[in-house]
């Protein structure tokens, strides 16, 4: 399969790039790919006088676009390889996968930084020689001073991201993520909030000034009325750590310790930013049209389709789950009429399909597994 990818090169007005790569592959709609031969095309992701970017600038700017944090906890995101600072970037290099060629290719393009979709480094390396191929992509980058950055699946839960626009090509539709992420950042502090009462016997100011020494622990107070008795009510949050000296003081005190909440705070989710989309369709439609949908959207002329038993391609499509990738977590447990996914495991999709595969195959759903297939 012929490897595809797309150099920019920093302008005063802005990045300039090749584009050779498949337009589901997204980025910034400032650094969008566009399918093409070879085309140079205008992408304004700075606006800098001089004819480069400081690198710290260039990732400031891909994470305005999909924060890190909305990554999977097993990926590998982020700056994977950094040359000694300052390291500044004139060309940038994009690829769906960071191989041998592609490093060759980028080298000649005189790439200043590799953004590849992929990780090349997932695993944790022990050694840096010459003795496998990722470990020699190390090695090339550092001599020459390229930089690698991968988003993946960052890219895959932004709200612009790659489940979203797969999402477009299906039809008029309400989606949703299936597994929503939490907001990377939130004004409140700590993992855990602990709330009590002080009634008049208690010394208020010794409680708040020993819950303030406690590290990590940030206290505030207010007038509570219960039992028509006038008390003091404490609030604070900690981290999981002070959480535990908390509760040692609060337990000496009983009176203090029978009264007290404890709850799990959690970050607010997002709407419209997680992994997968849960997708229903304004009007339901047969299997073949949604087929040919799907095939004019990722500009492929096959599909990969496994049908249940008893399911046609006049079958009536409604909900839709898809997931960029095989798709097999995110969709487990997930109803849906179709599932589209990028590379299926059929060993672990027909167990959560259907729980008794031999028995109950006719109430399988439909999937349909995109994949780019080898260029004639």
Request: charged share 20%.
């Amino acid at each position: 399969m012929r490897h595809e990818a797309v150099v920019c090169i920093v302008q005063r007005q802005g990045f300039k790039r090749y584009s050779v790569l498949p337009d589901f592959c997204m980025l910034p709609s400032r650094v969008r790919l566009v399918r093409t031969t070879v085309r140079l095309v205008h992408s304004l992701i700075c606006n800098s006088s001089s004819s480069f970017m400081d690198l710290k600038a260039l990732l400031s700017s891909l994470n305005d676009f999909a924060s890190l944090s909305f990554a999977e906890s097993w990926d590998n995101v982020g700056l994977l390889v950094e040359p000694s600072p300052p390291h500044t970037v004139n060309t940038l290099f994009l690829t769906n996968d960071l191989t041998e060629e592609v490093m060759k290719e980028a080298l000649q393009k005189k790439a200043d930084l590799i953004l590849s979709y992929h990780p090349p480094i997932f695993q944790p390396m022990k050694r840096i020689t010459w003795k496998t191929w990722k470990e020699r992509l190390v090695i090339r980058a550092l001599e020459n001073r390229v930089a690698i950055y991968s988003p993946h699946t960052a890219y895959d839960a932004a709200p612009q991201g790659v489940n979203s626009w797969l999402a477009k090509g299906l039809g008029v539709c309400t989606s949703r993520p299936i597994h929503p992420s939490k907001a990377p950042n939130y004004p409140t502090e700590g993992t855990h909030r602990v709330e009590f009462n002080i009634d008049h016997t208690q010394d208020v100011d010794e409680v708040i000034s020993t819950v303030k020494g406690i590290s990590d622990v940030s206290v505030t107070s207010f007038s509570a009325r219960t039992d028509d008795e006038e008390q003091t009510r404490i609030s604070l949050n900690c981290s999981q750590q002070a959480l535990m000296h908390v509760v040692a003081f609060l337990s000496q005190n009983r009176q203090l310790y029978q009264k007290t909440e404890i709850l799990s705070l959690e970050k607010p989710l997002l709407l419209h930013t997680g992994m997968g989309r849960l997708c229903v369709l304004d009007e339901s439609v047969s299997l073949a049209t949604m087929i040919e949908r799907i095939k004019k959207h990722l500009k492929l002329s096959h599909v990969r389709l496994a049908l249940g038993v008893g399911r046609t391609l006049e079958s009536q499509v409604k909900v839709v789950a898809l997931c960029a990738g095989s798709g097999s977590s995110v969709l487990r447990g997930t109803e849906a009429d179709l599932y589209l996914t990028g590379k299926p495991a059929l060993a672990s999709f027909c167990p959560f399909l259907c729980p008794s595969m031999l028995l109950q195959m006719v109430r399988c759903p439909i999937m349909i597994f995109w994949m780019l297939l080898p260029k004639e």
